[in-house]
């Protein structure tokens, strides 16, 4: 179901009718605020309104703390990350991917994240279907596009090395294969196909970058280019 399906879903009778129901459940105005605030900045970001998606972002990170899933904190920073890098604000996008990579190092973040993913389900009730419907909720993807997104954003910032990039791209390759996803591969080759035309190896940035779609095209849901980017 795409975004679009879900707001007619939303607007439609049945749903208003179950949506009156889940309101009446314990817990359920916590979950609720989670929703509206998460479907409201989707809805500024579809129209590109990035401030206001920044703002509503912003306000999920805050609210979010109280309920202490750290899945939801993870989301709330991966979404305003990619909001302060539509606006140009490449360093403070910078300082939140960065925050999300490094949970692929430290086992203990990751066991708790593997803890709150797996019981948030249960806690949401109801709220679950519609959660895991209209966004990305995925841990491994927001992570490993996190790194992509992280070396993408490298670009408009002279000061950070190439060598550091491309030792960022090697982590998040270590980071799908770890996780078992190493169709997700093509990501990190697209970008490192960028890195490599920046310094002025085009023929290998081009072989690069056909092995990227080539592998994309295996996998067109994954974290990675659409299959018309090259």
Do not use: C
């Amino acid at each position: 179901m795409n975004f679009s399906d879900l707001m007619k879903l939303v607007r439609g009778k049945e749903f208003s009718a179950f949506l009156a129901d889940l309101l009446n459940l314990p817990g359920a105005d916590e979950w609720r605020d989670v929703f509206q605030l998460m479907m409201s900045a989707s809805a500024a970001e579809k129209e590109g309104k990035w401030r206001t998606a920044e703002s509503i972002w912003e306000k999920f990170i805050v609210r979010v703390e109280t309920i202490d899933i750290f899945l939801l904190q993870l989301i709330g920073k991966k979404n305003l990350a990619d909001a302060y890098n539509s606006l140009g604000k490449d360093r403070e996008a910078m300082a939140l991917y960065a925050q999300i990579i490094g949970i692929s190092s430290d086992p203990n973040l990751l066991r708790r994240l593997e803890s709150d993913t797996a019981s948030m389900k249960d806690e949401m009730g109801p709220f679950a279907l519609l959660f895991e419907s209209a966004f990305v909720t995925t841990p491994e993807i927001l992570i490993a596009s996190s790194f992509r997104s992280f070396v993408s954003v490298s670009f408009s910032l002279p000061d950070l090395p190439l060598e550091h990039l491309y030792a960022v791209l090697d982590e998040g390759l270590q980071f799908v294969e770890k996780v078992g996803h190493p169709e997700w591969a093509h990501a990190f080759r697209e970008e490192r196909a960028d890195l490599l035309e920046e310094e002025g190896k085009i023929q290998e940035a081009l072989n690069e970058a056909k092995v990227a779609l080539s592998m994309r095209r295996h996998d067109p849901d994954g974290p990675g280019i659409s299959q018309t980017a090259i």
